[in-house]
């Protein structure tokens, strides 16, 4: 009976395969990556060349820096560490490193002369000491979250160098070689990775900000247009009248943005003048309007709840309340929609406004309706959900006003320009009249008797 073994010749062939497939996928994976955004390529080829310059830059040693030492070491490191894939980011990195190792610098000879000057006995004793203490104080310092958000890497490099001054001229007893050595490599590093960042293909994570919070408005104003297609069922056939449904979950990514968009404010904080944003631009207001934005979408993420429910409302009410529902939707996305587009090319909005009129307008007539009509039906749990509806579009109109407000704030504080398009197309966009100033009064005829 023979019995068939696995030899190394046969298992060879399908480890190659393996591995040939392998790296095809990678392949294929990076190529749609750097389609999809070309700057993670440029970001890769910046950081090459950061360390490239620094290498260089001790090999030839023409600024007599000592060649490939510790110093060397510490610039390669800080360029590794400084350059990020935004301007923002890279130099809030930067300017944190080297001013927190230059207050290092300052505090840790000093604290080394104080220890010196106790004798042998007590050097490590106050040495051990300024440890505690600086440790104690820049760690709880790093625990304040306003703090940490803008200068934790400051705190972080203030401390480490602190202690390497302190430690490393505990034996060599020169305190001050330790300290040039540490700024110089800081310096050299970070400003390459500073100047890179700026001049070479910048990112500029200011504007990323800008379009993300203009394009989580118009996710929402998606939304809100095809919602009452989506939700009356428009055709005949019980389907919607929109093919694509992906904007049903736009909202989504709306939600969970607070702490992107923190972040990117924090490091659009560092960035300098650039294209139309200039100086201290309001990068504070971005987050206002992000808030304002969230909590709308809070209110979508209810309203998409009952575009699933498996509870109808009865044909009768959804007949009732089709018309006036509809325009609400429609007229809050149509607003949200031309608040985001005038706000990504920096114009202040005054087609949003009449947007906003109408559905302020219809919302009104809506209410008249729930007082005045139609509800004395005789099973309120079927109507609940239509209620429910009912309740969140009012919401939603509040919620519509606030964004607008908030933009209004942003525009007024980055001075954005008047937008003309929209002032020659203001009048073809006329506010929905009452309903009840569109029912004609009965004229009254008085007859006087004589």
Not at 384 to 389: C, F, R
Request: charged residues 20%; glycine residues 6%; neutral net charge.
């Amino acid at each position: 009976m023979e019995i068939a073994s696995s030899t190394p010749e046969n298992t060879e062939p399908s480890t190659s395969k393996t591995v040939c497939a392998s790296l095809l996928e990678f392949s294929r994976k990076t190529k749609e990556l750097g389609q999809r955004d070309s700057r993670r390529i440029c970001h890769a080829i910046k950081v090459s060349l950061s360390v490239t310059v620094v290498t260089l830059l001790f090999y030839f040693d023409p600024l007599n820096l000592g060649g490939f030492s510790f110093t060397a070491i510490f610039a390669v490191l800080s360029v590794v560490q400084v350059l990020e894939f935004s301007v923002g980011a890279s130099l809030g990195r930067g300017i944190n490193r080297m001013v927190g190792t230059l207050i290092g610098v300052i505090l840790g000879p000093p604290a080394h002369h104080l220890a010196t000057i106790s004798g042998k006995t007590g050097m490590p004793i106050f040495i051990t000491l300024f440890l505690i203490i600086m440790s104690a104080i820049l760690s709880f310092m790093r625990c304040i979250p306003r703090i940490t958000a803008r200068y934790d890497n400051g705190l972080l490099m203030l401390l480490l160098t602190f202690c390497l001054v302190c430690v490393s001229s505990y034996e060599d007893n020169d305190a001050l070689a330790i300290a040039k050595h540490r700024i110089i490599a800081i310096v050299i590093g970070s400003c390459t990775s500073m100047v890179i960042s700026i001049f070479i293909f910048p990112v500029w994570i200011g504007e990323d900000l800008h379009n993300l919070v203009a394009r989580n408005v118009e996710k929402i104003g998606d939304f809100l247009e095809g919602f009452g297609g989506e939700y009356f069922q428009v055709r005949g056939d019980g389907e919607s009248n929109i093919d694509d449904k992906s904007f049903l979950q736009g909202y989504i990514s709306v939600l969970s943005s607070k702490e992107t968009e923190e972040n990117m404010a924090n490091m659009a904080f560092w960035e300098p003048c650039h294209g139309r944003f200039r100086f201290r631009h309001p990068w504070k207001q971005y987050l206002k309007v992000g808030a304002t934005t969230r909590r709308c979408a809070y209110k979508i993420e209810a309203l998409h709840g009952y575009l699933t429910s498996d509870t109808q409302t009865p044909l009768q009410i959804r007949r009732r309340i089709q018309e006036p529902c509809t325009k609400i939707a429609l007229e809050c996305g149509k607003a949200l929609k031309e608040l985001a587009t005038t706000s990504k090319r920096m114009r202040r909005s005054t087609l949003a406004d009449t947007h906003l009129a109408n559905a302020k307008a219809e919302a009104e007539n809506l209410k008249s309706m729930l007082k005045t009509q139609w509800w004395e039906y005789p099973n309120m749990l079927e109507i609940t959900p239509a209620l429910a509806v009912l309740s969140l579009l009012l919401e939603v109109v509040e919620c519509t006003e606030k964004i607008g407000v908030a933009f209004r704030e942003l525009s007024s504080v980055a001075r954005f320009k008047n937008d003309q398009e929209n002032s020659l197309h203001r009048r073809s966009v006329q506010p929905v009249a009452s309903r009840a100033q569109s029912i004609e009064e009965p004229e009254l005829a008085v007859t006087i008797e004589q």
